[in-house]
């Protein structure tokens, strides 16, 4: 069964006040999600500890943005696996496009990071995507398929998400066409060995357009980053319904 995940990236925002105070904001909504819905805050490493602890005993679980592959060591500004999961973090976005394109993540350092992160129990959420140079010259499928092959050498399918972020789409909010989601979300599940790993889309998704886009029979969940910071919005998205649509 594909698990429905919707997960906010809040990428380098918030502080730990701030994320106390997005919580006071954002929990009461829960009330009205529907129980079989994964609700993930993927937040900064400095937030992770308070929001831990203030969300002990909901249902919302915690992401980390990065984890490296070594379980300690000098490796200055890294952060490891069991320093993630003593935080009660549950998942960890590896190979973001903002990873790959500033920070020099290659194909090969997110391999490691996601057989690291699945050792010590954590789920990944593997960030794919193509720039729009790419799509325009009509590499996209090639670049994705190449994405999938270098980076899941060796990886448990069974423990995995997969976000498929168009680079064009993201903080843009030039939404990729839901459809045309849709199938790429459906030519990367084709390249998977267990057909039930959850895909996301990310890219600009917002409370205007969830629900077309989880309507999508391929789409099993949102990785939201700018409409993830405010309350409201978020609550909106993880309350998406696809019943109104015409
Ligand atoms: P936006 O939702 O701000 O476009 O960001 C998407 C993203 O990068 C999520 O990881």
Redesign the pocket.
């Known amino acids: 069964m594909r698990k429905v995940i919707i997960a906010g990236?809040w990428?380098m925002y918030k502080t730990q006040a701030e994320a106390l105070e997005f919580l006071q904001g954002f929990l009461d909504h829960l009330g009205e999600t529907p129980n079989d819905r994964e609700i993930v805050i993927c937040a900064p490493f400095t937030t992770l500890g308070t929001l831990s602890k203030n969300l002990h005993g909901t249902r919302i679980r915690i992401g980390a943005q990065n984890v490296h592959w070594e379980i300690a060591g000098a490796y200055t500004g890294e952060v490891s696996a069991p320093m993630l999961t003593e935080l009660g973090v549950r998942y960890v976005?590896i190979g973001?496009?903002?990873r790959r394109q500033y920070f020099g993540e290659t194909d090969a350092t997110v391999n490691l990071r996601l057989k690291a992160a699945q050792k010590h129990g954590l789920i990944p959420i593997l960030?794919v995507g193509e720039t729009k140079q790419q799509r325009d010259t009509g590499e996209t499928e090639a670049l994705i398929v190449g994405q999938l092959e270098k980076d899941l050498i060796d990886v448990d399918q069974g423990r995995l998400v997969i976000?498929y972020?168009p680079i064009w789409?993201?903080?843009?909010g030039d939404t990729c066409d839901a459809t045309e989601a849709n199938r790429i979300i459906g030519l990367i599940r084709s390249q998977l060995d267990n057909p039930n790993v959850s895909i996301q889309y990310?890219?600009?998704?917002?409370p205007g357009n969830v629900d077309e886009i989880m309507a999508q029979s391929e789409i099993d969940g949102a990785?939201?980053?700018?409409?993830?910071l405010a309350p409201n919005d978020f609550a909106r998205i993880i309350n998406y319904s696809c019943s109104q649509l015409g």
């Open positions: 990236n990428k976005v973001h496009s903002e960030c976000a972020e789409a993201i903080g843009t990310g890219g600009s998704v917002k990785l939201v980053g700018g409409a993830s």
